[in-house]
Structure formats: structure tokens, C-alpha cells
């Protein structure tokens, strides 16, 4: 047994290494995530070593409770596995953007008439106008030889309004008579149609940069190079940051894979492709006969079907596109549903990591769906382990002491939670990230057993964005599932405060205690989740540009399709709520200036700390509207967020549990 004093003596040494290391190392060294990972691997194996010879074997074999002690080691030892899966994964890292450039020089030497040919795929099926327009535009505006590529919008729904539109732009409209295979059966169906060298795909909310081939091309001066795909960003917030009061303080979900998986992926050649925003040799497709229909999840067996060929795909982290995130809950769950079905389809397949020809060793293990297999199986413990010894006694180990408990497991936690701050420290916090993935426990692991026993069970399912989408609602199901693990979680703290009702008593109590704290500020988090609030639309860009309304010049630091936020100084005033705004690059714009706002603290061009901000509302038709779209959503702007500024979430979250929330400029 550890003596109470030397307890802490593990995780100051952890500790003390981050303080000592990583924190003085970039994180963008190979060498120094080596180094980190292979550490935090060591504390995890010294942690899994006690658990197994300490904490189960020991356990007395003559009663019920021993088929609960190997479940809950067994569980953790599929946490194990994934963690260090991650880990060896994270430990390398690369970034791309210097090869393109070096590529791009020699790529675009070349004369205009000998470059490769490019068809850009759009398929849709559903989606309304207000979603597609803005791709189709963009599309069509790609900086590339204007003879040397086409875009193709591949219309599922066999819309005649939407073939008006594509031949006002001049884009080609493609439909089929049936939509067999869903996305892939229709991406097919425009390979049939189409003859370019390259096949370029962005799903129907995704508009690319204009910039998208001129940095993606180059990569496939290497013949072994397949797809080359690119991180997905959203102009708008997804239904997580929204129901959190954290609009703007706190990145996307999809944040953390985009941004830092996927590029420690690529070193390990185990990128995969995402479907939109990829880049493909329309060699390599038809080496593989086609986009793959056997998944619903085309574009992860696109992939392995071309790594079976012998085709790698590329990742260049670089924004490139912007589009959509999921708009509500529905979309949300839709979306990753969808997900993890086709990750576990590929299980099942010929072509897939456990039968597919001409994969590694280390490609099959990589590319089995284990994140999906595991984490939610491994949340769902993690909350009914205090439940289970609160109500029923039922110890998870043996157990041998607090300050055993504090010696091997606080190390781990410790080093788990300094590493992820470390290697994504833009992504992540730990309570917050926990109660994200808590939230979609209830509703991913049910999909998870029946991708296991039905794979193929149920059809592709478009995620529903856009107009029409606008409904919001209230997450029942999952908030009556984290209201009951609340409250089996608080009556069991209560139940054994009271000596006449107590189930459990020893030492272990404490870490019991501490643990159902603990599991119940992060079901509380992901029960505001369940909260769906109003969104908006169209997502403004911030900005600040010159503009002029009636003659006042001003500073434009908010723009949309259709509004503008102009600052102005506050002596100005306006005869009408009929004005002219002039913006640079365009005609004058009839708008109506419908509110006057002012705020305090801001310091002008001028050095006045007063301006007044003119919301200013106009309509957009035809080659305006088109060239607003370009100058929006082309490349000019983002919507990230560079940093977590910890107080702010805290203050939010707060706020957020009360039914009150707080704009953070």
C-alpha cells in the first residue's frame, strides 16, 4: 500500500515533465510528440498493469460482484487499447502547406492549355435554393482556366427551377431517372457525363475557396496520390456551440479531427477522405470501378477501395472551402448516425480494414471504426459506476486504499488531460469536451449495437439544412435519459449520508463521492445541449472595410447576403430610413436603415471611443448577389475562433444553467 504523503508523487512528476517539456517544445515537432505521447503510453500501461494484478485479480471469485469487476476492466481495457491507438497516431505530426507551395511552383510553370482538366461535382438532392446558390457560385468562380474545367450539379431531386438557375450560371445540370445508391449512385451517374482529368466533390452547403485547385492539383504530380482531401469549415455555429451560449467563444466540434487527427493521419498514410471539400484522380476512381454504393458512407470506402489499389490519400490542412454545419439537433444526430453506420459497414465489406487487399497491418488497425466501438460504451460506464456502488454497494476493484487509487490513477487523468491541452490547445477543454461526448451517448450507442447486429439496416439519409430547416426543438429523449443518471446519481449521494439508508461505507466512499460530482457537473452541461435556441439563417461575417451611406463615410464591420452593419460617427443623422450604401466593388444598394445601435469601449479609426452602428437591409438579385456570394464566401473570411478564453466559457456555461445568456463580441 502507498503511504498518504508519497500518493501525489506520481502526477507531480507528470506534472512536472509537461512543465519541464512539452511546454517549452512545439507541438508541431515530430520528436516532441513522440517523446509526450510515448510518456503519457507509459503512465497509461503502469496504470492498466495495477488496475489488472491490484485491483482484479485479488478481487474473491465466490460472489456475483466478480463478473462486475472483469466488465468494468474489460470496458477500460478497450479504453486502453483506443488511447494508445491515439496516441501513436498523434505522435507524429505534418504539415503540407510548404509542399504545395513547392509542388504548385512546378504544376503551374506549365501553359495554360497543358493543365489538367477538372470536373467539380455537386450533388444534391433536397437541398433548397439559399443553400445551392451559394456553392454553384462559387464553383463557378474557381481561379482556373475557365476552358479547363466544368461544374456539374448532380440534382437528385430532378428540380426544374433548379435547372433554370444552373443554366442562367452556367453550370451543367445533371439528373437520373432513379437515385439508386443515393450519393454515390449519383456521383456515378456524372462520371457516366463527365470526362475530366480530376474530379473535384463539394457536397451541396459547401462553397470552395477560389484558390481550391491551385493548392490541391500539385499533390497529384505524385501518380501514387489518389484523393487529396481538405478540412471542412462552417460559416455558420453548429447546434452544440448554440445550445451552449458559446456562439462564439468556442470552436466547432469537428474542430478537433479536421485541425489535428486528420493531419497526424496523413503522416501515417491513414488519411481518409470526408466526401466534400476532396480533391480525385479520375484514374484512380475508375481503377476502383467507381464511387463504392456498398457503404453509405462512400467517401471512407473510396478511400480503402483505392488503398487497395494502391492509391494514397492526401490531407493538406489548409481552409479551402466553407460551408454548413449542422443546423439543429436532428441534423446533428443524422449526421453522425450516418457516420458510424458506414465506419462499421466497412467491417462487413470486401473492400473494407479487415478484408480489403493491399492494406498494411498497421493501415487495418488504423482504419477499424474504434472510436465509434468504444467511447460511447466506455462514457455509459463511466456514469453507471457510481450509480452501481452508491445504490447497490457493488465495488468496480478491489480496492486497497485511497492513496493507491490517488498514486495510479490521478497519473493518468493527469497526463491524458495536459497532453490534450498541449496537442490541441485551441479544441479542447476537458469538461466541456466530456459533456459533448456524454450528450451523444444516448443516441450513438443504440446506433452502435445496431450497425453491430443489422449493418446495413437502415438507408443514406440526407442531412436536412437551409430554409425549411428552421425548426427548433427540445432534445426529449436525450434529456430524459441524463435527468434519470442525474438523479440516480445525487439520491445516491443522499441515500448514504444518512447512516440508517447508507449502502456503501470505507474508504472508497470518497472516490465515489468525488466521482458522481464530477459525473454530474458534466451530465448538467450536456443537459443544456437538450435546449435547442433560435438560429439565424444566414451567418454574418465580421470585418472592416470602408463603405459610405448617403454620402457619410463609415466603416462596414458586418456583413450577409442580405445586411450590413456600418459604424459611423455619432453625430450623423438621416433624413430618411431610405439610404445608399456604397460598398467597394459594387453598384449603390438601396437599403433600409431599420435600427441604430451604439456601444461604448470600442476605439474608432478616429480615436473616438463613440460610434453608432447602422443595421442596414438590402436586396440582392442576379450579378450582385452572385458577386456578394464570391466576395463572401470564397476565401476573404472565416468564422474561426483562435483561442479558448476559459473564463468566458466558464461564465457562459453558468449563465447558460440559469436560462440566461451573454453575447461575446
Not at 171 to 178: E, G, M, N, Q
Not at 379 to 406: M, S
Not at 448 to 472: D, M
Request: glycine residues 6%; neutral net charge.
Amino acid at each position: 500500500m502507498v503511504q498518504p504523503l508519497l500518493a501525489l508523487a506520481p502526477t507531480l512528476l507528470v506534472i512536472a515533465f509537461f512543465l519541464l517539456g512539452p511546454s517549452n517544445w512545439s507541438r508541431h515537432q515530430s520528436w516532441a510528440r513522440t517523446i509526450t505521447c510515448a510518456v503519457v503510453g507509459a503512465v497509461a500501461l503502469r496504470y492498466m498493469v495495477w488496475r489488472l494484478f491490484e485491483t482484479v485479480l485479488p478481487y474473491p471469485a465466490d460472489g456475483a460482484n466478480v463478473w462486475w469487476v472483469w466488465i468494468v476492466f474489460v470496458i477500460e481495457l478497450l479504453a486502453f487499447t483506443e488511447v494508445v491507438l491515439f496516441l501513436i497516431l498523434m505522435s507524429r505530426y505534418v504539415d503540407r502547406s510548404r509542399e504545395a507551395d513547392r509542388l504548385g511552383k512546378t504544376f503551374f510553370a506549365r501553359e495554360a492549355q497543358d493543365l489538367p482538366t477538372v470536373d467539380v461535382f455537386i450533388p444534391t438532392y433536397n437541398e433548397p435554393l439559399d443553400v445551392l446558390e451559394r456553392t454553384i457560385v462559387g464553383a463557378l468562380a474557381l481561379d482556373y482556366p475557365k476552358d479547363k474545367f466544368k461544374v456539374y450539379v448532380l440534382d437528385d431531386g430532378r428540380r426544374d427551377w433548379l435547372k433554370t438557375f444552373c443554366a442562367e450560371r452556367g453550370s451543367v445540370h445533371l439528373t437520373r431517372t432513379d437515385n439508386a445508391h443515393a450519393k454515390a449512385g449519383n456521383m456515378n451517374n456524372g462520371l457516366r457525363a463527365s470526362s475530366g482529368d480530376f474530379i473535384a466533390i463539394f457536397d451541396a452547403d459547401f462553397v470552395p475557396y477560389r484558390h481550391f485547385l491551385k493548392r490541391t492539383l500539385p499533390f497529384f504530380s505524385d501518380e501514387g496520390i489518389g484523393i487529396v482531401q481538405t478540412p471542412q469549415h462552417f460559416f455558420n455555429v453548429d447546434p452544440v456551440q448554440s445550445n451552449l451560449g458559446l456562439e462564439n467563444i468556442w470552436p466547432d466540434e469537428q474542430r478537433l479531427f479536421f485541425d489535428e487527427i486528420a493531419p497526424s493521419r496523413d503522416v501515417w498514410d491513414v488519411s481518409f477522405c470526408c466526401g466534400s471539400c476532396s480533391i480525385a484522380r479520375r484514374k484512380a476512381v475508375d481503377a476502383i470501378g467507381g464511387f463504392p454504393t456498398e457503404s453509405i458512407t462512400e467517401d471512407l470506402l473510396t478511400t480503402l477501395s483505392m488503398l487497395n489499389k494502391g492509391y494514397k490519400t492526401r490531407y493538406l490542412n489548409e481552409r479551402l472551402s466553407m460551408g454548413l454545419a449542422a443546423e439543429n439537433l436532428t441534423g446533428y444526430f443524422v449526421q453522425r448516425e450516418r457516420w458510424c453506420q458506414g465506419g462499421i459497414q466497412t467491417l462487413y465489406l470486401h473492400n473494407g480494414p479487415l478484408r480489403g487487399p493491399g492494406l498494411s497491418l498497421f493501415q487495418r488497425i488504423m482504419f477499424l471504426p474504434m472510436s465509434w466501438l468504444v467511447q460511447y460504451v466506455v462514457r455509459l460506464i463511466v456514469l453507471i459506476v457510481p450509480i452501481a456502488y452508491l445504490w447497490f454497494g457493488a465495488l468496480p476493484l478491489h480496492f486497497t486504499g485511497v492513496a493507491d487509487y490517488v498514486s495510479n490513477q490521478l497519473p493518468v487523468l493527469a497526463a491524458y488531460f495536459l497532453l490534450m491541452l498541449w496537442i490541441t490547445p485551441t479544441r479542447y477543454l476537458p469538461v466541456v469536451s466530456s459533456a459533448v461526448g456524454t450528450f451523444a451517448t444516448f443516441r450513438m450507442l443504440p446506433t452502435v449495437l445496431s450497425s453491430l447486429v443489422r449493418p446495413f439496416g437502415k438507408p443514406f439519409k440526407v442531412t436536412p439544412k437551409g430554409t425549411g430547416n428552421e425548426a427548433n426543438s427540445f432534445d426529449a429523449y436525450t434529456f430524459t435519459w441524463i435527468a434519470a443518471f442525474i438523479a440516480l446519481t445525487a439520491l445516491g449521494l443522499l441515500i448514504n449520508l444518512v447512516p440508517e439508508t447508507a449502502q456503501v461505507q470505507g474508504s472508497f466512499s470518497a472516490i465515489g463521492a468525488v466521482w458522481s460530482g464530477i459525473n454530474i457537473v458534466v451530465l448538467v452541461i450536456a443537459s443544456l445541449i437538450c435546449f435547442e435556441k433560435p438560429r439565424r439563417l444566414f451567418q454574418a461575417f465580421k470585418l472592416d472595410e470602408p463603405a459610405n451611406v448617403d454620402g457619410t463615410p463609415g466603416r462596414v464591420v458586418s456583413l450577409s447576403l442580405d445586411k450590413a452593419v456600418v459604424a459611423v460617427p455619432p453625430e450623423v443623422r438621416f433624413e430618411s430610413a431610405q439610404v445608399t450604401l456604397r460598398l467597394d466593388g459594387f453598384e449603390p444598394l438601396q437599403a433600409d436603415l431599420r435600427q441604430v445601435t451604439q456601444r461604448r469601449g470600442d476605439i474608432s479609426r478616429t480615436g473616438d471611443k463613440r460610434r453608432f452602428y447602422l443595421h442596414l437591409y438590402y436586396d440582392l438579385n442576379g450579378k450582385e448577389r452572385d458577386k456578394m456570394i464570391v466576395k463572401l464566401y470564397t476565401g476573404r473570411y472565416s468564422q474561426d475562433i483562435p483561442d479558448i478564453d476559459k473564463v468566458a466559457v466558464s461564465v457562459n456555461l453558468l449563465l447558460r444553467a440559469f436560462g440566461r445568456t451573454r453575447t461575446v463580441s
